[in-house]
């Protein structure tokens, strides 16, 4: 059996499966957090010719 993957928010030891691959519910939810700002980042395809269509 392979060695399980550390928590990629704290590199601590994983959970076992409902929370794998994060070690707990709160480093869970960091990633998230951290994905959903990368989304507000990246906001897409440039679109600023459009603004000056009129
Ligand atoms: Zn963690």
């Known amino acids: 059996m392979p060695d399980p993957k ?7 030891p994983a959970a076992p499966k409902p929370l794998a691959p994060f070690c707990s519910e ?3 939810q960091v990633d998230l957090g951290r994905w959903l700002t990368e989304a ?3 906001p897409g ?8 269509a009129d």
């Not at 550390?6 to 601590?12: D, E, N, Q, Y």
């Not at 395809?45 to 000056?52: D, F, K, L, V």
């Open 45 to 52: 395809p440039p679109a600023g010719e459009e603004t000056e």
């Open 6 to 12: 550390p928590c990629p928010v704290c590199r601590k």
């Open 40 to 42: 507000y980042v990246v």
């Open 26 to 28: 709160r480093c869970r």
